[in-house]
C-alpha cells in the first residue's frame, strides 16, 4: 500500500477519483438508463394484452430466456454482496457463492417444467388448479408480494450505496434520494415495458454483467500472474486474519449459534430458488417445455461461470484493499467490488481507475434495476391476476381491467420497497437476498412440491404451509439480529433480538413442510383425485399447457 493509502482511507481516494472524473460516470449512467428506457417503451407498444404483459406473449427463445433468467437472478447480491462477504470473511463469504450456484439445480430438477406445464401467468395458478380458487390464489398472492419486497430490500440497498459512493454523496437523506430514483425508475419500466420490456433489459443486463465480471476477473488474476495460490496468499496476509481468512469458521464457527446460523443459511440458499416468484414465472415466457428446460440449462452454464468469477473478485478485493478501508465506505462490505475495480485500474485519480470504476457501477446498477423491474413485476402480477381478477372479480374482470391493476400495483409496491429500502441501506445485500430465499422456501416451496407431487395435499394444507410457512420466517426475521441488536442491524440503537439466528431457514422451512402435510392430513376435504391426475399428465407431459 502507498503512503496515500496509508494516510487515507480508500473510500476517500475513491471518492476523490470519483469527483476528478463525475461528469465520465455520470454520463455512462445516463447513456445506460436512457437505452434502456428506450427498449422499455419499444416493447410497451408490442404490449396488446394480459399474455403479452405477464409473459411475453411466451415468444423469447430458451437462450433468450436463459439470458434473461441469469440476468433476473445475478442481482446486485450477487455482485456487490458476495464479493464484499469473501473480502471481509474469506471462505465464510464464498459460501453464498456455492449456494446460489447449487439452488439451480434444485430449481431445474423439481420445479421448472413441471411448472411450465402447469400453470399460466402466476405461481397461483398452478396451486389452484386442483384446489379451492379463492383462499389459494389469496395466499399465493401474499406470499409472491412478501418475498418480493424482502429481495427488492436487498437491490435498494445496494443501489443507495453504489452511487453515493460514485456521487460523493454521504448523508442520509442523498441516499434515500437515490433509493427513490431507483424504486420511480422500476415503477416505469414495469408499468410500461411489461414482461418483454422487462426481459429485453434483464437480457441486456446479463450481457454487460458478464462481460464487466470477466474484465475484472481477468486484471485482478493478471496482477497476480494468474497465479490463483498467489492471489489467495496474498488476501490471507492482507485481511489480517492471516490463514484463518481461507478456512471455515472466521464467520461462522466462532460459536454453536454461528454455525446453526451457517445450515439455516445454507438450507435458505439452496431450497430458495425453487420458491422465488420472479424466477418462477420467468419460465412462462417461453413457448415449450422443452425451451423451459433449454433456458434453464442455459441459466445454469452462465450463472455458474458468474459466481465462479464472484470468488475471483471477493478475494481479489480482500487481497488489494485494507478490510478498514471496505468497512469505512459500507459496513457490510458492498462496496469491496467498485473499490477493487478502481485500485486494479491504477488507484484514485488515474484515469483507467476512475473508467473502470465507473463502468463496473454502472454494470452493477444497470444489475439493480433489471432485477427490480422483474421482482416488481411478479408481485404486481400476482396481485392483479390471483387476487383482483380471481378473488375480488371473481373470474370477471376483462383483461384490460387486470393489467391496470397491476399497473397500480406496481406503483404500491415501488413505494413500499422506497421506504423499506432507506431503512435496509447499511446492511449486507447477500445477507438480505438469503432472508429473502428463506421466506420463499418456507412459504412456497412446500406447496408448490405437495401440489404437483402428493396426491393426498388439500387447501387447508396449501393455506397452513403457505400462511404458516410466511408468518414464521417473517416473525423470526423480525425478532432477530438482522433487525435489531447489532451495529449492523437496520435498527442498531435498540435491542429486541430474541432468536438468536440471522436466518430463518432452519426453523421456517421445515415448520412450512410439516404444516402443508399436517394441514392435509386434518382436512376434511376429499382431495380430487380425477384433478391430480390431470394435473400429473399436464406438468409431466405438457399437454394442454398453454
Given at each position: 500500500m502507498s503512503a496515500a493509502h496509508a494516510a487515507y482511507p480508500t473510500v476517500q481516494l475513491a471518492a476523490e477519483?470519483?469527483?476528478?472524473?463525475?461528469?465520465?460516470?455520470?454520463?455512462?449512467?445516463?447513456?445506460?438508463?436512457?437505452?434502456?428506457?428506450?427498449?422499455?417503451?419499444?416493447?410497451?407498444?408490442?404490449?396488446?394484452?394480459?399474455?403479452?404483459?405477464?409473459?411475453?406473449?411466451?415468444?423469447?427463445?430458451?437462450?433468450?430466456?436463459?439470458?434473461?433468467?441469469?440476468?433476473?437472478?445475478?442481482?446486485?447480491?450477487?455482485?456487490?454482496?458476495?464479493?464484499?462477504?469473501?473480502?471481509?470473511?474469506?471462505?465464510?463469504?464464498?459460501?453464498?457463492?456455492?449456494?446460489?450456484?447449487?439452488?439451480?439445480?434444485?430449481?431445474?430438477?423439481?420445479?421448472?417444467?413441471?411448472?411450465?406445464?402447469?400453470?399460466?401467468?402466476?405461481?397461483?395458478?398452478?396451486?389452484?388448479?386442483?384446489?379451492?380458487?379463492?383462499?389459494?390464489?389469496?395466499?399465493?398472492?401474499?406470499?409472491?408480494?412478501?418475498?418480493?419486497?424482502?429481495?427488492?430490500l436487498a437491490q435498494m440497498a445496494g443501489a443507495g450505496v453504489l452511487v453515493s459512493l460514485l456521487l460523493g454523496i454521504t448523508s442520509d437523506g442523498g441516499k434515500i434520494a437515490i433509493v427513490a430514483l431507483v424504486g420511480l425508475l422500476m415503477i416505469v419500466y414495469v408499468t410500461i415495458g411489461g414482461m418483454k420490456g422487462t426481459t429485453w433489459v434483464q437480457m441486456v443486463k446479463a450481457v454487460l454483467l458478464i462481460a464487466g465480471t470477466v474484465l475484472i476477473t481477468f486484471l485482478i488474476l493478471l496482477k497476480f500472474h494468474f497465479n490463483i495460490s498467489d492471489l489467495l496468499g496474498s488476501a490471507a496476509e492482507n485481511s489480517g486474519k492471516g490463514k484463518a481468512f481461507l478456512e471455515p469458521g472466521l464467520k461462522y464457527g466462532a460459536t454453536s449459534t454461528s454455525k446453526l446460523d451457517f445450515i439455516s443459511l445454507g438450507i435458505a440458499l439452496v431450497l430458495g430458488t425453487a420458491g422465488l416468484p420472479h424466477i418462477l414465472i420467468r419460465f412462462y415466457t417461453v413457448p415449450t417445455a422443452k425451451a423451459a428446460r433449454k433456458s434453464v440449462n442455459w441459466a445454469i452454464g452462465i450463472i455458474g461461470a458468474f459466481y465462479l468469477m464472484t470468488i475471483v473478485l471477493g478475494f481479489g478485493a480482500a487481497a488489494i484493499l485494507k478490510p478498514d478501508d471496505i468497512i469505512a465506505s459500507n459496513k457490510a462490505g458492498n462496496t469491496a467490488a467498485p473499490l477493487a475495480a478502481l485500485e486494479i485500474g491504477g488507484g484514485s485519480g488515474s484515469t483507467g481507475g476512475a473508467i473502470l470504476l465507473a463502468v463496473i457501477s454502472a454494470v452493477a446498477f444497470a444489475t439493480i434495476l433489471a432485477v427490480v423491474a422483474g421482482l416488481t413485476l411478479a408481485s404486481s402480477s400476482?396481485?392483479?391476476?390471483?387476487?383482483?381478477?380471481?378473488?375480488?372479480?371473481?373470474?370477471?374482470?376483462?383483461?384490460?381491467?387486470?393489467?391496470?391493476?397491476?399497473?397500480?400495483?406496481?406503483?404500491?409496491?415501488?413505494?413500499?420497497?422506497?421506504?423499506?429500502?432507506?431503512?435496509?441501506?447499511?446492511?449486507?445485500?447477500?445477507?438480505?437476498?438469503?432472508?429473502?430465499?428463506?421466506?420463499?422456501?418456507?412459504?412456497?416451496?412446500?406447496?408448490?412440491?405437495?401440489?404437483?407431487?402428493?396426491?393426498?395435499?388439500?387447501?387447508?394444507?396449501?393455506?397452513?404451509?403457505?400462511?404458516?410457512?410466511?408468518?414464521?420466517?417473517?416473525?423470526?426475521?423480525?425478532?432477530?439480529?438482522?433487525?435489531?441488536?447489532?451495529?449492523?442491524?437496520?435498527?442498531?440503537?435498540?435491542?429486541?433480538?430474541?432468536?438468536?439466528?440471522?436466518?430463518?431457514?432452519?426453523?421456517?422451512?421445515?415448520?412450512?413442510?410439516?404444516?402443508?402435510?399436517?394441514?392435509?392430513?386434518?382436512?376434511?376435504?376429499?382431495?380430487?383425485?380425477?384433478?391430480?391426475?390431470?394435473?400429473?399428465v399436464k406438468s409431466l407431459t405438457g399437454v394442454g399447457a398453454h
Open positions: 477519483g470519483a469527483s476528478e472524473h463525475r461528469p465520465l460516470i455520470i454520463t455512462l449512467f445516463a447513456c445506460f438508463v436512457v437505452a434502456t428506457l428506450f427498449i422499455t417503451v419499444w416493447a410497451g407498444r408490442q404490449t396488446k394484452d394480459a399474455s403479452d404483459f405477464y409473459a411475453g406473449g411466451r415468444q423469447f427463445t430458451g437462450f433468450q430466456n436463459g439470458l434473461a433468467v441469469s440476468g433476473d437472478y445475478m442481482s446486485a447480491a450477487s455482485f456487490l454482496g458476495i464479493a464484499g462477504a469473501i473480502a471481509l470473511f474469506g471462505y465464510d463469504g464464498f459460501l453464498y457463492s456455492i449456494g446460489f450456484l447449487v439452488a439451480w439445480l434444485v430449481a431445474l430438477l423439481l420445479v421448472a417444467e413441471p411448472l411450465r406445464n402447469s400453470g399460466r401467468y402466476t405461481m397461483g395458478d398452478v396451486l389452484a388448479y386442483r384446489m379451492r380458487q379463492r383462499p389459494v390464489r389469496t395466499a399465493a398472492g401474499a406470499s409472491t408480494i412478501v418475498v418480493s419486497i424482502f429481495y427488492l400476482s396481485f392483479a391476476h390471483d387476487i383482483y381478477a380471481n378473488v375480488i372479480r371473481k373470474g370477471r374482470a376483462t383483461e384490460k381491467e387486470e393489467i391496470r391493476a397491476a399497473k397500480w400495483a406496481t406503483v404500491a409496491i415501488g413505494i413500499v420497497s422506497i421506504g423499506l429500502g432507506a431503512l435496509a441501506r447499511d446492511l449486507n445485500v447477500a445477507g438480505l437476498v438469503a432472508l429473502a430465499f428463506a421466506v420463499a422456501a418456507s412459504a412456497n416451496l412446500p406447496t408448490i412440491l405437495y401440489s404437483l407431487f402428493w396426491k393426498r395435499f388439500t387447501t387447508q394444507g396449501a393455506l397452513w404451509s403457505i400462511y404458516g410457512g410466511l408468518a414464521s420466517s417473517v416473525l423470526l426475521v423480525l425478532f432477530s439480529p438482522v433487525v435489531s441488536s447489532k451495529p449492523t442491524s437496520m435498527f442498531p440503537d435498540v435491542d429486541f433480538a430474541w432468536f438468536p439466528l440471522e436466518n430463518p431457514g432452519l426453523i421456517s422451512i421445515p415448520l412450512g413442510f410439516l404444516l402443508g402435510w399436517l394441514g392435509s392430513l386434518l382436512s376434511k376435504e376429499e382431495p380430487d383425485k380425477g384433478k391430480y391426475a390431470e394435473l400429473e
